[in-house]
Structure formats: structure tokens, C-alpha cells
């Protein structure tokens, strides 16, 4: 089993920065992606980007290239998101996922942390 925390949300204002923490702990994989997801009120969950680990490629949605970047230390499990020039759009509970890359399935979800910007 594989335990999945997030941290570091908050209250912004817009243009502003946050950075989201994520750890995972527990069962191993030999590889394995993590990824970032946001879910606004009233709207379906997002992907807002990932990381492979094995060679360390990331992909981001459109609403978040330019803006947002994915890093981390796969051997610790240990995931960022730094998010820069926010939107109120941005306000979501943002959620850490862990996915064997055998699978590409993301089976392993943290309870989310909030992220807020204020117009």
C-alpha cells in the first residue's frame, strides 16, 4: 500500500506564487509516475501535469504550462508543484497521485490541499 500526503496550500493573491508538497511512503515500484490533479468546485478533476520518473520527462495541461512546474526527488517520493502568476481559475483542492508506469493508472491519491487566489 502506498500512502499519499500533500501540504502547502493557502491563500493567495492573484499573480502571485504557491508551492504544493507531496510525499508518498510506503510500497515501492521499480518505476512509477506522479502527478498533480485540481478539482474546482462544480467541475470534474484535472490533470495539471506529471512526472516520469525513469527518465525524469514531465507533461502539463495547457492551463498550466508557462505557469507551473513539477519537481521532486524520486527516491525520497517527493513531489512539488510550484505555481506562479495564479488566476482565481486556479482556485481548486489540488490532489498528489502515484501510478506504476506499468499501469499508467494513478491508484494512489492524497486527501488534497487547497489552494486559493483572490482576485
Known amino acids: 500500500q502506498v500512502q499519499v500526503a500533500e501540504s502547502g496550500g493557502g491563500l493567495v493573491q492573484a499573480g502571485g506564487s504557491l508551492r504544493l508538497s507531496c510525499a508518498a511512503s510506503g510500497r515501492t515500484f521499480n518505476h512509477y509516475i506522479m502527478g498533480w490533479f485540481r478539482q474546482a468546485p462544480g467541475k470534474e478533476r484535472e490533470e495539471v501535469g506529471h512526472?516520469?520518473?525513469?527518465?525524469?520527462?514531465?507533461w502539463y495541461s495547457d492551463s498550466a504550462k508557462g505557469r507551473f512546474t513539477i519537481s521532486g526527488d524520486s527516491a525520497k517520493k517527493t513531489l512539488y508543484l510550484q505555481m506562479s502568476s495564479l488566476k482565481p481559475e486556479d482556485t481548486a483542492a489540488y490532489f498528489c497521485?502515484?501510478?506504476?508506469?506499468?499501469?499508467?493508472?494513478?491508484?494512489?491519491w492524497g486527501q488534497g490541499t487547497q489552494g486559493t487566489v483572490s482576485s
Open positions: 497521485a502515484v501510478a506504476p508506469l506499468e499501469s499508467r493508472t494513478y491508484e494512489y
Open positions: 512526472i516520469v520518473w525513469h527518465n525524469n520527462s514531465t
